[in-house]
């Protein structure tokens, strides 16, 4: 065994010096392969310590993550850069115990992220390698655990001015690695969207994904295509079945502002993202329309905008509502009606002329009478 862990030590210091003197960009320094060479481990020997790992009590390795990761943001690199004969092997042995620990159980991660968020330990840009390699070790055991990670810790940082260009680029090398390197992952995210009874993609995270997607053209940056390529499976995520009343509402809540931004100097490309955004919740819960009664006065553009959009895709939204019960063909119904013919609404020449469109349109549709007859009584009401 004393050639063994000679040969680990070596290049586990070797890797760590690195990590530490190369670039954080370098995505390839930080994944646990490239750093802590957990392959040298003999393979009996591995399946033996995650055997033990399993016998432990769960609630026990929460507390071990926070340990042992804190012990090597605040002591390893001054290891790296003085030689202590007397600590290597604990140092090393940190490193590689936390790993099997984040790929045997990662939940062990999942439960630690407010901590690790609020502690002044893990802050700063230069403690992203660290992170990223635990978030690494987890996804080797749970894609969505790692999904639910990257949403809590990391998403945030990038709508942050100080972020800079190179943390943006490890950020997104991260999520593009788990993606690609998981044929799966669409399958595996979209079956498991909810984790401890937490969205994935929570509606504050998702309100962040779609303005990083669709910033104003001037704003647009090296990591808006980058965005762009995401978003369409991370959208799915956000908006997948089971998704609670109360996420929609919220979701509705920021979409329905968003969508009002067609206008000279408004930003058509997030405008019209938003949108698809609003009508998809609202055809999932047509409970959201009582959050549109509360919403349009404010965003009477943006309700203009809604009404439009579901004239010219009637066609698409009209066959996921024939699958639904009559009651909720007839409350979507009543709803449009509501919300198309309210003061304010019709008040405007140009949404009263839009509405009479929206409504004439409807009142011709095949296969639900109930907002047929609706969709006729607001023409005749214009």
Avoid at 67 to 77: A, V
Wanted: charged share 20%.
């Amino acid at each position: 065994m004393k050639p063994f862990n000679s040969n680990l030590k070596a290049k586990a210091m070797v890797k760590a010096n690195e990590a530490e003197t190369s670039d954080t960009d370098h995505l390839e320094h930080i994944l646990g392969k490239h750093w802590i060479p957990i392959s040298l481990i003999p393979k009996p020997l591995y399946e033996k310590s995650i055997d033990f790992i399993n016998t432990l009590p769960f609630d026990t390795l929460p507390a071990f993550v926070l340990r042992s990761s804190d012990l090597i943001l605040t002591e390893w690199p001054g290891v790296v850069k003085v030689e202590q004969r007397n600590s290597n092997k604990s140092k090393v042995a940190t490193f590689v115990v936390l790993a099997m620990a984040l790929r045997t159980q990662p939940d062990a991660l999942t439960l630690v992220l407010t901590n690790m968020k609020e502690r002044p330990t893990y802050q700063g840009q230069d403690k992203l390698p660290v992170i990223i390699w635990m978030m690494a070790q987890a996804s080797q055991g749970d894609l969505s655990a790692v999904l639910f990670s990257w949403v809590q810790t990391l998403l945030p940082l990038v709508v942050n001015e100080c972020c800079s260009s190179q943390a943006i680029d490890l950020i997104l090398q991260f999520v593009e690695m788990i993606f690609s390197s998981n044929p799966e992952a669409r399958a595996v995210l979209l079956n498991e969207p909810v984790r401890h009874g937490v969205r994935l993609i929570p509606p504050c995270a998702f309100e962040m994904l779609v303005r990083l997607t669709f910033p104003a053209p001037s704003a647009r940056v090296e990591s808006t295509q980058r965005f762009e390529a995401i978003y369409p499976l991370l959208k799915e995520v956000a908006l997948a079945p089971d998704i609670s009343a109360n996420a929609l509402k919220h979701i509705f809540t920021f979409s329905s502002k968003l969508a009002g931004g067609q206008g000279i100097g408004g930003n058509p490309a997030l405008a019209n993202g938003a949108t698809a955004i609003a009508i998809s919740v609202l055809t999932q819960n047509v409970d959201c329309f009582k959050q549109w009664d509360v919403l349009y006065k404010e965003n009477l553009e943006a309700s203009v905008a809604l009404l439009n959009k579901l004239v010219d895709e009637w066609k698409d939204h009209s066959l996921k509502l024939s699958s639904s019960s009559s009651e909720s063909r007839i409350e979507f119904g009543s709803r449009i009606k509501e919300v198309a013919l309210a003061p304010d609404t019709i008040s405007s020449a140009n949404a009263l002329k839009q509405i009479f469109t929206f409504s004439w349109k409807l009142a011709g549709g095949q296969g639900n009478p109930a907002l047929a007859n609706e969709a006729t009584a607001i023409a005749i009401s214009v």
